[in-house]
């Protein structure tokens, strides 16, 4: 699972580059997250931009991904493609992550 | 955009593993579009696919990686059949989960990281059908892809909603 890892403004930005979140990639995802955000202290943007699909066990994963940087950091996401958006809105999670359209969203870095 | 008029069900055969689940959905949504349904409508197909599926693989042949899925699928010009047919483990009670919506008003850190998968399954679908017989699981689920409430017409035995 390959994710990269960039300063975006004040967020640590972290770029999915993986088509599926979903039950053959979510245990590879959740590790390569967890190393990517350790020992961080920035708000962390999740680039899904190039992820066409993710079914629940990549949801669960994305989720963990706020356990995983702790109370004072946020997980936002951004550049949700249709079908993960789907995912995000039926299981109403997109009232529990803030969703940036794309990385030059006004939204970004508001805390409100 | 037109569905195809109703068909038989064309039938592919997946192995019970998540490779062999993606190589699965891959084959069924390049069936879906060339039948001439929507990329939209094709996507929301695929996560009542891969959830049911997921869960076949995960607990009828408990997550061992080998066994096979049957996966029919019926189009008509109101919504799709997909008909799921495999040989392990009966569901508990015999009797699917209710899919309740996983609870989200908590503490970030107690969020719930599973329990999605039936609650999208029976979101997004109009009928369920969970039969054993055999030493086999048959599982029915329909979908309404025209956007209607009910699908008139139609009947498909008994269903448990």
New interface residues.
């Given amino acids: 699972m390959d994710l990269s890892s960039s300063q975006h403004g004040a967020y640590h930005l972290i770029t999915v580059k993986a088509a599926r979140i979903d039950a053959a990639a979510a245990i590879a995802f959740k590790e390569a997250l967890r190393s990517a955000t350790s020992g961080g202290t920035d708000d962390v943007l999740l680039d899904l931009g190039q992820v066409a699909f993710i079914d629940s066990s990549g949801l669960g994963a994305i989720v963990s991904a706020i356990k995983m940087v702790g109370p004072d950091r946020r997980v936002e996401l951004a550049c949700l493609t249709p079908d993960v958006e789907k995912v995000f809105r039926l299981t109403r999670m997109n009232s529990i992550f803030r969703l940036h359209s794309d990385l030059n969203d006004t939204a970004l870095g508001q805390t409100g | 955009m037109t569905i195809a008029p109703a068909q038989s069900a064309k039938v592919f055969e997946l192995v019970a593993s ?2 062999g ?2 190589v699965g959905l891959s084959e069924i949504r390049i069936h879906l579009r060339e039948t001439g349904l929507s ?2 409508r094709c ?2 197909t ?2 009542v696919l ?2 049911a599926l ?1 869960n076949i ?2 607990h009828a042949y408990e997550d061992c990686g080998v066994g096979d899925i049957a996966v029919a699928i019926t189009l008509d010009n109101v919504g799709i059949l997909i008909e799921f047919t495999d040989s392990g483990a009966p569901l508990p009670g015999l009797s699917p989960p209710a899919g309740n ?2 609870v ?1 008003d908590a ?3 107690d ?4 329990g ?2 039936w ?2 399954i029976r ?2 679908t109009t009928k369920l059908a969970y039969t054993r017989q055999n030493g086999q699981n048959f599982l029915r689920l329909r979908m309404n892809l025209r956007g209607a409430q009910h699908a008139p017409g139609r009947t498909f035995g008994a269903w448990s909603r």
Avoid: Q
Wanted: aromatic residues 6%; proline residues 16%.
């Fill in positions: 998540p490779a689940i993606r990329d939209c996507g929301t695929e996560i891969a959830e997921n693989a995960e919506p996983p989200l503490p970030s850190g969020l719930p990281e599973g999605y998968g609650f999208l979101k997004l």
